[in-house]
């Protein structure tokens, strides 16, 4: 077993991690930047295409306030404000230091460009361009990583256990996928940036790693979950014609830009009958769009394939070419032409509002474990504004690497216990697989359609119960299969850790949304239609020694 050393660890590269370990790096320590895809090429930000949050100003007079205001009014009453407050304020310093770092922010005689988007009171939203954004962002931070020589990355490695005592975290337990080779990692802290759960989902916007990881690595240390009910459904993720090479997210910035319409089955408006709102206005939040959709597909209202059209019909080709113009010609090679047909659009999971409990100084309950980004809960409450996810991924990195790299403890001795245990269950996957493989296999197909019938946009207490009963049996199934004596590049062990991530992650959404009896944001309960004051409050996930255990925390509220 390979033994590594390090000041600080952290698990996941994506935005949040790159940029947790440039601060760690420019506060003074070693940090060590791991992931099981590539570095600075798997995970949510190279994926998102569209605008970044920030109160700059550039468009008109705005303040973090405002964007604050705005945040705490789409997250439904369910916002940590110190959270919603660290990442609105913040985020402008971000974006600025992107800029500094030459990303590419698109520009216009007023400075960095900014545009109106859903849920926003002001013009805050920037962009590289039209569908490149994230790329930009992780291609940026790429390069500032490989400057910093106090970070060392390492790509393909699977993080598997951390490795805890009575002090806290101490590091991790994993292996190199490639050599099939055990690795036990020593850091004096550990920092959690793997992403999020929308994978679990059978309709996805996510990369190949966005299972789960961050919250079952975070229970099983002892950390807590917060509201891990509220997955987030982006509303009009693209459902036909089919749509080769481009991603299944990009109508958002042709629709508020060029005021694209969404139309029922019968050609008709109709997200202003669950607003109240001016239609054509096109600021309606994910979660009642989502709802608005799915309302009119159950009424009998929906397309063919069971969604909303989504129209730009009524304007001229001129301006549709003005705008997106490359785009447009690579629609038409899909044989979709916007000036003379719609598009089938519905929800698709996209975000998790839910995460790892953390302080403002993405402190969890457990001693030099911190967690930053996506795998963060509590921010956004109920329902994610439009814009911030980029920003909480820079904001919230920063401060963890920066706040990792004060407080760490002093270096000591890997816990003998925890070790020896991560190490065992490796060693017994590694048996010949007899019927393990069609185990696996069997789970990982069934898990997506599982959680998008049951524990998908719409739920009730009947499927949700039947949900949670299958998804531990399915634990149980899972837990003697094993993976073929061959270490080397073995994907079946990959799977089944994989998937005891994302059983236990999906667990966590079903316990939470069982015991939600309301409607809130993007939890929606077919037998709890409307919202109650009486539930705004957090739900907490912690594991208590083999089961998940469910208690409810009284709503903080802070005045920004």
């Known amino acids: 077993m390979r033994q590594v050393e390090t000041d600080i660890l952290i698990i996941g590269a994506g935005g949040a991690g790159m940029y947790a370990?440039?601060?760690?790096?420019?506060?003074?320590?070693?940090?060590?930047?791991?992931?099981?895809?590539?570095?600075?090429?798997?995970?949510?930000?190279?994926?998102?295409?569209?605008?970044?949050?920030?109160?700059?100003?550039?468009?008109?007079?705005?303040?973090?306030?405002?964007?604050?205001?705005?945040?705490?009014?789409?997250?439904?009453?369910?916002?940590?404000?110190?959270?919603?407050?660290?990442?609105?304020?913040?985020?402008?310093?971000?974006?600025?230091?992107?800029?500094?770092?030459?990303?590419?922010?698109?520009?216009?005689?007023?400075?960095?460009?900014?545009?109106?988007?859903?849920?926003?009171?002001?013009?805050?939203?920037?962009?590289?361009?039209?569908?490149?954004?994230?790329?930009?962002?992780?291609?940026?931070?790429?390069?500032?990583?490989?400057?910093?020589?106090?970070?060392?990355?390492?790509?393909?490695?699977?993080?598997?256990?951390?490795?805890?005592?009575?002090?806290?975290?101490?590091?991790?337990?994993?292996?190199?996928?490639?050599?099939?080779?055990?690795?036990?990692?020593?850091?004096?802290?550990?920092?959690?940036?793997?992403?999020?759960?929308?994978?679990?989902?059978?309709r996805n916007s996510a990369s190949a790693n966005m299972g789960g990881h961050s919250y079952h690595l975070a229970l099983q240390a002892g950390a807590e979950l917060i509201d891990m009910e509220f997955v987030q459904f982006f509303p009009i993720g693209h459902l036909a014609p089919r749509l080769v090479g481009m991603d299944p997210i990009m109508w958002d910035p042709f629709r508020y830009k060029l005021g694209g319409r969404l139309l029922n089955g019968q050609g008709e408006d109709f997200i202003g009958r669950y607003d109240g709102s001016n239609a054509e206005g096109y600021t309606t939040t994910r979660d009642l769009t989502t709802f608005a959709i799915l309302?009119?597909?159950?009424?009998?209202?929906?397309?063919?394939?069971?969604?909303?059209?989504?129209?730009?019909?009524?304007?001229?080709?001129?301006?549709?070419?003005?705008?997106?113009?490359?785009?447009?010609?690579?629609?038409?090679?899909?044989?979709?032409?916007?000036?003379?047909?719609?598009?089938?659009?519905?929800p698709i999971a996209h975000y998790h509002m839910g995460g790892i409990r953390v302080d403002t100084a993405m402190r969890t309950a457990l001693p030099g474990l911190y967690a930053a980004g996506e795998a963060v809960g509590g921010a956004n409450g109920a329902n994610r504004l439009s814009g911030n996810a980029i920003p909480e991924a820079l904001v919230f990195g920063w401060v963890a690497g920066q706040e990792a790299a004060q407080q760490a403890a002093p270096r000591r001795a890997l816990p003998e216990a925890a070790l020896a245990a991560a190490l065992e269950t490796y060693q017994a996957r590694l048996q010949p697989a007899e019927s393990g493989q069609d185990v696996i296999g069997a789970l990982e197909a069934e898990l997506p359609g599982l959680m998008w019938d049951k524990v998908g946009p719409f739920r009730n207490a009947a499927d949700l119960t039947a949900a949670l009963k299958r998804l531990r049996a399915m634990q149980i199934e899972l837990a003697t299969a094993t993976a073929g004596e061959n270490p080397v590049f073995n994907m079946q062990l990959?799977?089944?850790?994989?998937?005891?991530?994302?059983?236990?992650?999906?667990?966590?959404?079903?316990?939470?949304?069982?015991?939600?009896?309301?409607?809130?944001?993007?939890?929606?309960?077919?037998?709890?239609?409307?919202?109650?004051?009486?539930?705004?409050?957090?739900?907490?996930?912690?594991?208590?020694?083999?089961?998940?255990?469910?208690?409810?925390?009284?709503?903080?509220?802070?005045?920004?």
């Open 21 to 202: 370990a440039l601060a760690a790096a420019r506060a003074g320590m070693d940090a060590l930047l791991v992931d099981q895809s590539l570095i600075g090429r798997g995970g949510a930000t190279i994926m998102a295409q569209m605008t970044v949050a920030a109160a700059l100003g550039e468009a008109e007079p705005d303040d973090w306030h405002l964007h604050y205001a705005d945040t705490l009014k789409a997250g439904r009453g369910l916002c940590d404000p110190a959270l919603a407050e660290l990442l609105c304020r913040e985020a402008p310093v971000r974006i600025r230091e992107m800029d500094e770092w030459q990303v590419g922010w698109a520009r216009n005689d007023k400075g960095i460009a900014q545009v109106m988007a859903p849920g926003h009171s002001r013009q805050r939203c920037c962009y590289v361009d039209v569908l490149n954004t994230g790329p930009a962002i992780a291609a940026t931070l790429r390069k500032q990583v490989a400057r910093e020589n106090r970070i060392r990355r390492v790509s393909n490695l699977v993080v598997t256990d951390l490795l805890t005592d009575a002090e806290g975290c101490a590091g991790a337990f994993g292996y190199l996928l490639a050599e099939g080779e055990p690795v036990a990692i020593s850091a004096r802290a550990v920092i959690i940036a793997a992403g999020g759960l929308t994978k679990l989902y059978r």
């Open 295 to 346: 309302s009119e597909v159950a009424a009998g209202r929906g397309t063919p394939h069971g969604g909303a059209w989504l129209s730009f019909r009524h304007l001229p080709e001129a301006d549709l070419l003005a705008a997106f113009g490359p785009v447009i010609d690579k629609l038409r090679k899909n044989g979709i032409d916007l000036s003379s047909m719609d598009v089938e659009v519905a």
């Open 494 to 560: 990959q799977s089944w850790y994989d998937l005891r991530a994302a059983l236990s992650s999906a667990e966590a959404v079903t316990l939470a949304a069982l015991e939600r009896r309301e409607s809130r944001g993007a939890h929606q309960r077919d037998d709890f239609p409307t919202l109650q004051d009486s539930w705004q409050r957090n739900l907490i996930i912690r594991r208590q020694e083999n089961t998940l255990a469910l208690s409810k925390s009284p709503l903080l509220t802070v005045a920004a």
